[in-house]
Protein backbone atom coordinates (compact mmCIF):
# COMPACT_ATOMS: atom_id res chain seq x y z
CA UNK A 1 0.00 0.00 0.00
CA UNK A 2 1.55 3.06 -1.01
CA UNK A 3 0.19 6.41 1.06
CA UNK A 4 0.51 9.56 0.14
CA UNK A 5 -0.12 12.55 2.43
CA UNK A 6 -1.67 15.23 0.61
CA UNK A 7 -2.94 19.08 -0.27
CA UNK A 8 -4.91 20.18 -3.58
CA UNK A 9 -3.65 20.90 -6.80
CA UNK A 10 0.49 20.01 -6.17
CA UNK A 11 -0.70 16.59 -4.84
CA UNK A 12 -3.28 16.17 -7.57
CA UNK A 13 -0.91 16.82 -10.42
CA UNK A 14 1.28 14.15 -8.91
CA UNK A 15 -1.32 11.73 -7.85
CA UNK A 16 -1.96 11.47 -12.04
CA UNK A 17 1.50 10.35 -12.38
CA UNK A 18 1.24 7.74 -9.36
CA UNK A 19 -2.28 6.20 -10.79
CA UNK A 20 -0.38 5.66 -13.94
CA UNK A 21 1.92 3.06 -12.08
CA UNK A 22 0.59 1.81 -9.07
CA UNK A 23 -2.90 0.25 -9.08
CA UNK A 24 -5.32 2.74 -7.76
CA UNK A 25 -6.36 0.41 -4.93
CA UNK A 26 -3.08 0.10 -3.79
CA UNK A 27 -3.30 3.83 -2.69
CA UNK A 28 -4.36 5.41 0.29
CA UNK A 29 -4.44 9.71 0.09
CA UNK A 30 -4.08 11.32 3.89
CA UNK A 31 -5.81 15.05 2.43
CA UNK A 32 -5.70 18.22 4.64
CA UNK A 33 -9.05 19.59 5.57
CA UNK A 34 -7.31 22.68 6.80
CA UNK A 35 -8.56 24.63 4.21
CA UNK A 36 -12.50 23.82 4.40
CA UNK A 37 -14.79 26.13 5.15
CA UNK A 38 -18.27 26.50 5.52
CA UNK A 39 -20.06 29.40 3.13
CA UNK A 40 -23.54 29.72 2.47
CA UNK A 41 -24.42 27.42 4.99
CA UNK A 42 -22.19 24.63 2.98
CA UNK A 43 -19.14 23.03 3.78
CA UNK A 44 -16.86 23.33 1.34
CA UNK A 45 -13.33 20.99 1.15
CA UNK A 46 -11.24 22.36 -1.19
CA UNK A 47 -8.30 19.97 -0.99
CA UNK A 48 -10.22 17.13 -1.49
CA UNK A 49 -12.10 18.48 -4.35
CA UNK A 50 -9.37 19.27 -6.44
CA UNK A 51 -7.90 15.78 -6.43
CA UNK A 52 -11.39 14.40 -6.93
CA UNK A 53 -12.20 16.74 -10.02
CA UNK A 54 -8.17 15.79 -11.18
CA UNK A 55 -8.61 12.05 -10.88
CA UNK A 56 -12.07 12.07 -12.52
CA UNK A 57 -10.71 14.39 -15.48
CA UNK A 58 -13.42 17.09 -14.76
CA UNK A 59 -10.56 20.00 -13.66
CA UNK A 60 -10.46 23.23 -15.13
CA UNK A 61 -7.08 22.73 -17.53
CA UNK A 62 -6.19 26.09 -17.22
CA UNK A 63 -7.57 26.99 -13.99
CA UNK A 64 -6.48 23.28 -12.12
CA UNK A 65 -9.01 23.81 -9.80
CA UNK A 66 -12.64 23.95 -9.70
CA UNK A 67 -14.87 22.32 -13.31
CA UNK A 68 -13.92 22.19 -16.18
CA UNK A 69 -16.83 24.17 -18.34
CA UNK A 70 -18.10 25.66 -15.46
CA UNK A 71 -21.08 28.50 -15.45
CA UNK A 72 -21.87 30.53 -12.41
CA UNK A 73 -25.66 31.59 -12.43
CA UNK A 74 -25.98 30.79 -8.90
CA UNK A 75 -23.04 33.39 -7.86
CA UNK A 76 -24.57 35.66 -10.19
CA UNK A 77 -28.08 35.82 -8.24
CA UNK A 78 -26.45 35.61 -4.78
CA UNK A 79 -24.33 38.97 -5.78
CA UNK A 80 -27.88 40.01 -6.75
CA UNK A 81 -29.22 39.43 -3.20
CA UNK A 82 -26.63 41.50 -1.78
CA UNK A 83 -23.65 38.68 -1.31
CA UNK A 84 -20.17 39.08 -2.00
CA UNK A 85 -18.63 37.26 -3.93
CA UNK A 86 -15.41 36.72 -2.46
CA UNK A 87 -14.85 32.70 -2.63
CA UNK A 88 -15.76 31.27 -6.42
CA UNK A 89 -18.43 28.89 -6.57
CA UNK A 90 -19.21 27.57 -9.58
CA UNK A 91 -22.52 26.21 -10.25
CA UNK A 92 -21.34 22.51 -10.99
CA UNK A 93 -18.83 22.93 -8.09
CA UNK A 94 -21.91 23.93 -5.82
CA UNK A 95 -23.73 20.87 -6.52
CA UNK A 96 -21.12 18.92 -4.79
CA UNK A 97 -20.94 20.90 -1.73
CA UNK A 98 -25.02 20.90 -1.67
CA UNK A 99 -24.54 16.95 -1.47
CA UNK A 100 -21.85 16.83 0.71
CA UNK A 101 -23.78 19.15 3.04
CA UNK A 102 -26.85 17.08 3.20
CA UNK A 103 -24.95 13.62 3.89
CA UNK A 104 -23.03 15.68 6.78
CA UNK A 105 -26.42 16.71 8.20
CA UNK A 106 -28.04 13.55 7.92
CA UNK A 107 -25.05 12.48 10.69
CA UNK A 108 -22.50 10.78 7.95
CA UNK A 109 -18.84 11.32 9.36
CA UNK A 110 -16.80 13.48 6.13
CA UNK A 111 -14.90 10.31 5.39
CA UNK A 112 -17.70 8.41 4.66
CA UNK A 113 -18.95 11.20 2.34
CA UNK A 114 -16.06 11.51 0.63
CA UNK A 115 -15.92 7.58 -0.03
CA UNK A 116 -19.43 8.34 -1.45
CA UNK A 117 -18.35 10.71 -3.61
CA UNK A 118 -15.18 9.54 -4.71
CA UNK A 119 -17.26 6.40 -5.55
CA UNK A 120 -19.60 8.62 -7.73
CA UNK A 121 -16.55 9.70 -9.87
CA UNK A 122 -15.63 6.51 -10.17
CA UNK A 123 -12.09 6.77 -8.03
CA UNK A 124 -10.79 3.71 -6.96
CA UNK A 125 -8.12 4.98 -4.86
CA UNK A 126 -8.80 6.08 -1.54
CA UNK A 127 -9.22 9.62 -0.79
CA UNK A 128 -9.37 10.21 3.55
CA UNK A 129 -9.53 13.09 5.10
CA UNK A 130 -7.22 13.40 7.95
CA UNK A 131 -9.98 13.74 10.76
CA UNK A 132 -13.24 13.92 10.69
CA UNK A 133 -13.24 16.65 13.09
CA UNK A 134 -12.95 20.36 12.79
CA UNK A 135 -9.27 21.44 11.88
CA UNK A 136 -8.74 24.89 10.30
CA UNK A 137 -6.06 26.52 9.63
CA UNK A 138 -5.59 30.44 11.11
CA UNK A 139 -3.40 33.10 9.46
CA UNK A 140 -2.40 35.36 12.32
CA UNK A 141 -1.32 38.06 10.38
CA UNK A 142 1.51 40.74 11.28
CA UNK A 143 -0.97 43.89 11.83
CA UNK A 144 -2.74 41.77 14.22
CA UNK A 145 -5.81 39.68 12.48
CA UNK A 146 -6.92 36.08 12.84
CA UNK A 147 -8.00 34.89 9.75
CA UNK A 148 -9.26 31.93 7.97
CA UNK A 149 -6.76 30.69 5.88
CA UNK A 150 -9.25 31.00 2.95
CA UNK A 151 -9.66 34.64 3.96
CA UNK A 152 -5.81 35.30 3.59
CA UNK A 153 -5.43 33.69 0.60
CA UNK A 154 -8.36 33.89 -1.56
CA UNK A 155 -10.13 36.87 0.02
CA UNK A 156 -7.38 39.00 0.88
CA UNK A 157 -4.80 37.61 -1.61
CA UNK A 158 -2.04 36.74 0.81
CA UNK A 159 -1.17 40.34 0.86
CA UNK A 160 -1.10 40.87 4.39
CA UNK A 161 2.19 39.58 6.26
CA UNK A 162 1.74 36.97 8.53
CA UNK A 163 3.19 36.74 11.96
CA UNK A 164 2.12 32.99 12.64
CA UNK A 165 0.00 29.78 11.59
CA UNK A 166 -2.88 28.18 13.22
CA UNK A 167 -3.84 24.92 13.18
CA UNK A 168 -6.70 25.24 15.43
CA UNK A 169 -8.43 21.97 16.30
CA UNK A 170 -5.56 19.91 15.33
CA UNK A 171 -4.19 18.84 18.95
CA UNK A 172 -7.76 17.39 19.92
CA UNK A 173 -8.69 15.78 16.36
CA UNK A 174 -8.89 12.49 16.02
CA UNK A 175 -7.28 10.31 12.75
CA UNK A 176 -10.41 10.02 10.62
CA UNK A 177 -11.18 5.80 10.44
CA UNK A 178 -8.41 3.96 8.62
CA UNK A 179 -6.14 6.98 8.41
CA UNK A 180 -3.60 5.98 11.72
CA UNK A 181 -3.93 1.42 10.21
CA UNK A 182 -2.80 2.92 6.34
CA UNK A 183 0.25 4.74 7.46
CA UNK A 184 0.95 2.34 9.91
CA UNK A 185 0.75 -0.66 7.15
CA UNK A 186 2.52 1.51 4.13
CA UNK A 187 4.65 -0.36 2.04
CA UNK A 188 5.68 3.74 1.53
CA UNK A 189 4.68 6.90 2.71
CA UNK A 190 4.77 9.86 0.06
CA UNK A 191 4.93 13.71 0.97
CA UNK A 192 3.34 15.32 -2.15
CA UNK A 193 4.61 18.15 -3.28
CA UNK A 194 2.23 20.09 -1.53
CA UNK A 195 2.34 23.43 0.22
CA UNK A 196 4.12 22.60 3.33
CA UNK A 197 2.79 24.96 5.86
CA UNK A 198 -0.49 24.88 5.10
CA UNK A 199 -0.74 21.39 2.86
CA UNK A 200 1.14 18.90 4.92
CA UNK A 201 2.30 20.87 8.27
CA UNK A 202 -2.07 20.89 9.20
CA UNK A 203 -2.13 16.60 8.77
CA UNK A 204 0.88 15.93 10.46
CA UNK A 205 -0.56 18.48 13.55
CA UNK A 206 -3.33 15.72 14.25
CA UNK A 207 -1.11 13.44 17.13
CA UNK A 208 -2.59 10.65 15.87
CA UNK A 209 -1.24 10.85 12.79
CA UNK A 210 2.55 12.38 14.04
CA UNK A 211 2.82 9.22 16.40
CA UNK A 212 2.02 6.82 13.30
CA UNK A 213 4.34 8.75 10.92
CA UNK A 214 6.66 8.39 13.69
CA UNK A 215 6.46 4.22 14.15
CA UNK A 216 5.66 2.87 10.29
CA UNK A 217 8.31 1.15 8.96
CA UNK A 218 7.94 2.23 5.26
CA UNK A 219 10.21 5.03 4.60
CA UNK A 220 8.81 8.62 4.38
CA UNK A 221 9.63 10.15 0.85
CA UNK A 222 9.08 13.63 -0.48
CA UNK A 223 9.04 15.26 -3.03
CA UNK A 224 9.94 19.46 -2.86
CA UNK A 225 7.05 21.63 -3.64
CA UNK A 226 10.19 24.76 -4.47
CA UNK A 227 11.90 24.28 -7.40
CA UNK A 228 14.65 27.07 -8.11
CA UNK A 229 14.23 29.26 -5.16
CA UNK A 230 10.48 29.77 -6.60
CA UNK A 231 6.82 28.26 -5.92
CA UNK A 232 5.48 26.33 -9.06
CA UNK A 233 2.14 28.06 -7.99
CA UNK A 234 0.48 28.83 -4.77
CA UNK A 235 1.44 31.44 -1.79
CA UNK A 236 4.35 29.06 0.18
CA UNK A 237 6.63 32.04 -0.48
CA UNK A 238 4.51 34.09 1.94
CA UNK A 239 4.32 31.31 4.69
CA UNK A 240 7.65 29.39 4.67
CA UNK A 241 9.53 32.60 6.34
CA UNK A 242 6.66 32.95 8.89
CA UNK A 243 7.68 29.68 10.19
CA UNK A 244 10.98 30.55 9.86
CA UNK A 245 12.17 28.30 7.14
CA UNK A 246 14.40 29.39 3.95
CA UNK A 247 12.29 29.30 0.58
CA UNK A 248 14.19 26.44 -1.29
CA UNK A 249 14.23 23.03 -1.68
CA UNK A 250 16.80 22.24 1.42
CA UNK A 251 14.78 24.97 3.68
CA UNK A 252 11.51 23.04 3.38
CA UNK A 253 13.58 19.77 4.44
CA UNK A 254 14.97 21.22 6.96
CA UNK A 255 11.57 22.65 7.90
CA UNK A 256 10.12 18.96 7.65
CA UNK A 257 13.30 17.54 9.05
CA UNK A 258 14.66 13.83 9.17
CA UNK A 259 12.97 11.19 10.79
CA UNK A 260 15.95 10.25 12.21
CA UNK A 261 16.12 13.31 14.25
CA UNK A 262 12.40 13.21 15.27
CA UNK A 263 11.42 14.97 11.62
CA UNK A 264 9.29 14.12 8.82
CA UNK A 265 11.53 12.60 6.11
CA UNK A 266 13.64 9.56 5.16
CA UNK A 267 14.96 11.26 1.63
CA UNK A 268 13.92 14.08 -0.43
CA UNK A 269 13.52 14.79 -3.87
CA UNK A 270 14.37 18.33 -5.65
CA UNK A 271 13.67 19.43 -8.99
CA UNK A 272 17.07 18.51 -11.25
CA UNK A 273 17.78 22.08 -11.27
CA UNK A 274 18.37 22.47 -7.72
CA UNK A 275 21.08 19.28 -8.27
CA UNK A 276 23.61 21.67 -6.37
CA UNK A 277 21.38 21.32 -3.31
CA UNK A 278 22.00 17.67 -2.72
CA UNK A 279 24.71 17.55 -0.55
CA UNK A 280 22.80 20.19 2.16
CA UNK A 281 19.87 17.53 2.44
CA UNK A 282 22.07 14.66 3.30
CA UNK A 283 23.73 16.81 5.48
CA UNK A 284 20.10 16.78 7.44
CA UNK A 285 20.16 13.38 7.92
CA UNK A 286 17.66 11.88 4.78
CA UNK A 287 18.33 10.49 1.22
CA UNK A 288 18.12 12.61 -1.37
CA UNK A 289 18.39 12.59 -5.10
CA UNK A 290 17.25 15.02 -8.07
CA UNK A 291 15.05 14.31 -10.90
CA UNK A 292 12.36 16.69 -13.38
CA UNK A 293 9.44 17.40 -10.57
CA UNK A 294 7.49 19.75 -13.04
CA UNK A 295 4.41 17.57 -13.87
CA UNK A 296 3.48 19.02 -16.59
CA UNK A 297 2.56 16.33 -18.45
CA UNK A 298 1.44 13.23 -17.55
CA UNK A 299 4.67 11.61 -17.88
CA UNK A 300 6.63 13.63 -16.34
CA UNK A 301 4.30 13.03 -12.88
CA UNK A 302 4.84 9.35 -13.83
CA UNK A 303 8.33 9.40 -13.93
CA UNK A 304 8.78 11.24 -11.14
CA UNK A 305 6.43 8.64 -9.64
CA UNK A 306 8.67 5.77 -10.02
CA UNK A 307 11.46 7.44 -8.63
CA UNK A 308 9.72 8.33 -5.62
CA UNK A 309 8.65 4.43 -5.34
CA UNK A 310 12.29 3.64 -6.24
CA UNK A 311 13.84 5.66 -2.98
CA UNK A 312 10.70 4.26 -1.33
CA UNK A 313 11.52 0.89 -1.50
CA UNK A 314 15.65 1.41 -1.33
CA UNK A 315 15.49 0.81 2.10
CA UNK A 316 18.01 -1.59 3.77
CA UNK A 317 16.38 -4.14 5.53
CA UNK A 318 19.02 -3.77 8.59
CA UNK A 319 18.24 0.03 8.86
CA UNK A 320 14.07 -0.26 9.56
CA UNK A 321 12.76 0.88 12.99
CA UNK A 322 12.10 -1.91 14.55
CA UNK A 323 14.27 -4.22 11.82
CA UNK A 324 17.04 -6.71 12.67
CA UNK A 325 19.75 -4.75 15.06
P1 LIG B 1 -3.21 23.63 -3.03
O1 LIG B 1 -3.79 23.09 -1.76
O2 LIG B 1 -4.17 23.60 -4.19
O3 LIG B 1 -2.47 24.93 -2.87
O4 LIG B 1 -2.13 22.59 -3.50
P2 LIG B 1 -0.95 21.87 -2.75
O5 LIG B 1 -0.71 22.33 -1.37
O6 LIG B 1 -1.09 20.42 -3.01
O7 LIG B 1 0.23 22.32 -3.66
C1 LIG B 1 0.74 23.62 -3.71
C2 LIG B 1 2.23 23.49 -3.93
O8 LIG B 1 2.47 22.59 -5.00
C3 LIG B 1 2.89 24.79 -4.27
O9 LIG B 1 3.91 25.04 -3.33
C4 LIG B 1 3.49 24.53 -5.66
O10 LIG B 1 4.73 25.13 -5.81
C5 LIG B 1 3.60 23.02 -5.72
N1 LIG B 1 3.49 22.46 -7.05
C6 LIG B 1 2.45 22.58 -7.90
N2 LIG B 1 2.71 21.96 -9.07
C7 LIG B 1 3.95 21.41 -8.94
C8 LIG B 1 4.81 20.66 -9.81
O11 LIG B 1 4.47 20.35 -10.96
N3 LIG B 1 6.03 20.28 -9.31
C9 LIG B 1 6.45 20.61 -8.05
N4 LIG B 1 7.65 20.20 -7.65
N5 LIG B 1 5.67 21.33 -7.22
C10 LIG B 1 4.45 21.73 -7.66
CA1 LIG C 1 -5.28 23.77 -0.30
Same mark, same amino acid.
Given at each position: ? #?????????? $?????????????????? +? /????????????? +???? *??????????????????????????????????????????????? &????????? *??????????????????????????????????? +??? /???????????? %????? %???? &??????????????????????????? +???????? #?? #???????? $??????????????????????????????????? /?????????? $???????????????????????? &????????????????? *??????????? $???? *?????????????????
Amino acid at each position: M #VVVLAGGVGA $ARFLRGLTAVVAPEDITV +I /VNVGDDLELHGLR +ICPD *LDSITYWLAGLVHPEQQWGRADERFTVRDELIRLGHEPWFTLGDRDL &ALHVHRTAL *LREGMALSAVTADVTRRHGLTLRLLPVTDDRLETR +IHT /VDGRDLHFQQWW %VGERA %VPDV &ARVEYRGAQAARAAPGVVEAIVDADVV +IVAPSNPV #VS #VAPITAVP $AVAAALASTAARVVGVSPIVGGRVVRGMAHRLLPA /VGADVDATGV $AAWYGARSSGGLLDAWIVDSVDAG &ALPDVRALGMTASATDT *LMDDPDIAAAL $ARTV *LGLGHAWPQDDRPGGPA
